[in-house]
């Protein structure tokens, strides 16, 4: 038969099969990026940024929800000391969260937001937050938890209500150095 | 390297077919090329040992799967919790779909492939039949893995062949990392099977077998080794990163670390929705095989069935998140998507209107391949209906993850895939081994297995609609009369599925003998060569006029 234009075409699929493998893994990174370009899935893209506001829309009112989660394996307790505030655009707000932790260990945690709807997430700008770090609560400890946002004047006239929660994950000390690393 | 091992393996053929004569397989194997006991089999580079290897194993997994199933079936017969723990359970949903997706409807792919592809393009074996030998001796050994996991404490998978994280990371058993390994396993060896059959497509066709000439079989199987080659190693990856989420503290799709569990969805189903094409194009090529035979006229429109089969294929990368419109994808995406996805229909279309076209006016007999062949093509557009009908957005909001969609997926993959496969296996069984099988035997298991069938799938629908979630060991009560109808039609399918193993080995044993061409208006060269196929087929290449 004709061997050498075997050999190619083995080597060739091969090559795609191993290139393959590799774009599954590069979907990783490929997810992030695209929702970062498009604004989509509801990720909250404002983290760390601290442009300031200028201008307040006083012509209208944004509501801002405020949930909290607890995953199962954290001894704490965690909530906002409001439910929800209106806002006008632009104005500058404190809300503070209050942690307990109810068991004799030292532990750690870890919040993430979530927004939704998915395509406010972007109008929401957060200036100050404890979710920009892992926190650490010793044991029966109380603490108070600051975040100040505002809300970008360019959010579109039919968002009226926005909610931000925030699931307080159990972190292992050192697991927030590798996702330094990781991002 | 492998430039030496390819002229060894032509030089081994080309002496064990000059020394010796050809002859039957059957009394041939003494005098003959093929080696005595397991030794023919273990090391097998004959592409028909292979395949049929390949087509063993594949009917062995269909009763391992069937078994899960009727245990599925006899548990939601009634209300309440009977027969099985619900952790049991659901490792029974999810080895059912694991074992009839790899392990029963792949292999009995690639076993036809290995024993049709060459016959019908005039090759004398497959163009790298050391690696077949390989890609088919890891099966036994991957799901050995896999159903002995089910034996280990705690259990096997328990999280649904889809394995969406955490089920499968943090809150799965302990023997996932045998799910894994296994999983890998299966992905190696549909990937060499892959290759091979391309690298036999493209290099070892007889002298004026040119592509626009090949039998739909062979286009459709080329485009699905495309497919597997494109799709499989995204599988093995997504794979790899459950088990380091699992076991090395990856953060993959934890969001406690960052990661994201709805990406696994869109990496899984980016391989999901190829691999159900996968699952159905070779089907196609079947049907297209015995449509003409037995309608007795040429396949209507040739040149736009290919066409249709690589725009099936170039579409099924642009549809996998319909298989995720619940999990809050922005409204832009799910439009595309289920725009995307309704386009699909289009070339399936064609398809289904080329074979109606081709029967049209034609002489039809009704042997029992095409028998089958005609309810796939009922059956399956019925599967096709229900698959538009999820497909738009909105109402998947209500069918998602209840009945209707296990009713979709199996009317595709039971009355589309399996049947095509009864089909082929009754087309081509006087070929491979020399005797007619009992035509009224086989009549007995179509129509058994086609009202069996019905009862089975049809009211599932029905079940769907009124709300019935899929994956689950009870139910609320109103649901009891139709889930009791579905289980006597699944005991039913199971049961006539023993017909169909009896008329295979009766017709292995014996019976009236086939000539070359069993089939009045079969065409093609696979009917050239006597019956049952000698050993060594096309040592010189057939003229293709």
Wanted: one cysteine or more.
């Amino acid at each position: 038969m004709t061997a050498p234009k075997i050999k190619k075409h083995l080597r060739l699929l091969i090559f795609s099969a191993v290139g393959m493998f590799g774009f599954g893994f590069a979907l990783v990174p490929l997810y992030d990026v695209f929702c970062d370009i498009t604004g989509l899935n509801g990720k909250d893209y404002s983290r760390e940024s601290s442009v300031p506001m200028t201008t307040v829309d006083e012509s209208r009112t944004v509501k801002v929800e405020f949930v909290t989660y607890l995953n199962k394996q954290l001894p704490w307790q965690f909530k906002p000391e409001i439910n929800s505030i209106e806002l006008h655009p632009g104005e500058r707000y404190q809300v503070s969260f209050m942690a307990v932790n109810q068991s004799d260990q030292d532990t750690f945690g870890r919040a993430v937001p979530s927004i939704s709807p998915g395509y406010g997430a972007q109008y929401l700008v957060k200036t100050e937050c404890f979710c920009f770090q892992e926190q650490m609560l010793a044991a029966n400890e109380e603490a108070t938890m600051p975040l100040i946002f505002y809300i970008d004047p360019n959010i579109p006239a039919d968002i009226s209500t926005l909610t931000l929660a925030y699931t307080l994950f159990k972190n292992e000390p050192n697991a927030d150095l590798a996702m330094n690393q990781k991002k | 390297m492998s430039d030496i091992k390819i002229k060894d393996n032509a030089e081994q053929m080309i002496n064990s077919t000059s020394d010796l004569h050809h002859a039957d397989p059957h009394q041939g194997a003494e005098h003959h090329g093929a080696p005595k006991g397991y030794k023919r089999w273990l090391f097998s580079t004959n592409h028909k040992d292979i395949g049929s290897l390949y087509l063993w194993f594949s009917l062995t997994m269909f009763f391992i799967g069937g078994a899960m199933a009727m245990i599925i079936r006899a548990e939601l017969f009634q209300p309440g919790l009977q027969l099985v723990e619900p952790n049991f359970f659901n490792q029974m949903t999810t080895s059912h779909g694991l074992i009839m997706v790899f392990g029963a409807v792949m292999p009995a792919f690639v076993g036809l492939a290995n024993w049709m592809l060459p016959l019908m393009i005039g090759a004398p074996d497959m163009a790298l039949p050391r690696m077949n030998n390989w890609s088919f001796w890891i099966l036994p050994f991957a799901f050995s893995l896999l159903l002995l996991s089910l034996f280990t404490e705690g259990g096997g998978p328990n999280f649904g062949w889809t394995f969406y994280p955490p089920l499968s990371t943090k809150y799965s058993p302990d023997s996932t990392a045998m799910f894994v390994f296994s999983v890998h396993l299966m992905g190696i060896s549909s990937i060499m099977g892959a290759i091979n059959v391309i690298v036999t497509i493209l290099n070892m066709r007889a002298p004026g077998m040119t592509m626009m000439k090949m039998p739909m079989f062979v286009w459709t199987w080329l485009i699905t080794a495309f497919l597997l080659i494109a799709v499989m190693p995204v599988l093995a990856g997504a794979v790899t990163m459950i088990l380091t989420d699992k076991y090395f503290g990856t953060s993959f799709f934890d969001a406690a670390g960052g990661g994201d569990p709805v990406l696994f969805q869109h990496i899984f189903w980016f391989f999901g929705h190829p691999e159900v094409y996968i699952m159905i194009l070779p089907s196609f090529g079947i049907i297209s095989a015995i449509i003409p035979t037995f309608a007795r006229k040429q396949l209507f429109g040739y040149h736009s069935m290919v066409y249709a089969t690589a725009s099936i294929a170039i579409l099924s990368f642009t549809v996998w998140a319909h298989h995720m419109f619940t999990v809050g994808l922005p409204l832009a995406a799910e439009l595309f998507f289920m725009y995307c996805t309704m386009l699909i229909s289009v070339p399936t279309g064609v398809k289904i209107f080329n074979w109606v076209s081709t029967l049209w006016r034609g002489s039809i007999t009704f042997e029992v391949p095409m028998l089958f062949s005609l309810a796939f093509i009922v059956l399956f557009t019925i599967g096709g209906f229900s698959g538009l009908m999820l497909a738009i957005t909105p109402a998947d909001f209500q069918y998602h993850d209840t009945y209707f969609v296990v009713a979709h997926f199996h009317y595709v993959l039971v009355t589309g895939a399996v049947f095509s496969i009864m089909a082929a296996a009754y087309y081509w069984l006087p070929k491979w081994t020399g005797y007619m099988f009992n035509e009224r035997l086989g009549k007995w298991h179509f129509w058994c297995s086609l009202i069996s069938v019905n009862i089975l799938f049809f009211p599932m629908h029905f079940l769907g609609l009124a709300g019935m979630p899929r994956r689950i060991p009870d139910y609320a009560l109103q649901f009891a009369d139709i889930n009791k109808i579905v289980s006597i039609g699944g005991f039913m399918f199971g049961l006539s599925q023993l017909l169909f193993v009896a008329v295979v080995i009766m017709a292995v044993r014996g019976g009236q003998k086939a000539p070359a061409k069993p089939w009045e208006g079969a065409e093609g060269l696979e009917w050239t060569v006597p019956s049952p196929a000698p050993y060594h087929t096309f040592d010189t290449p057939p003229e293709v006029k």
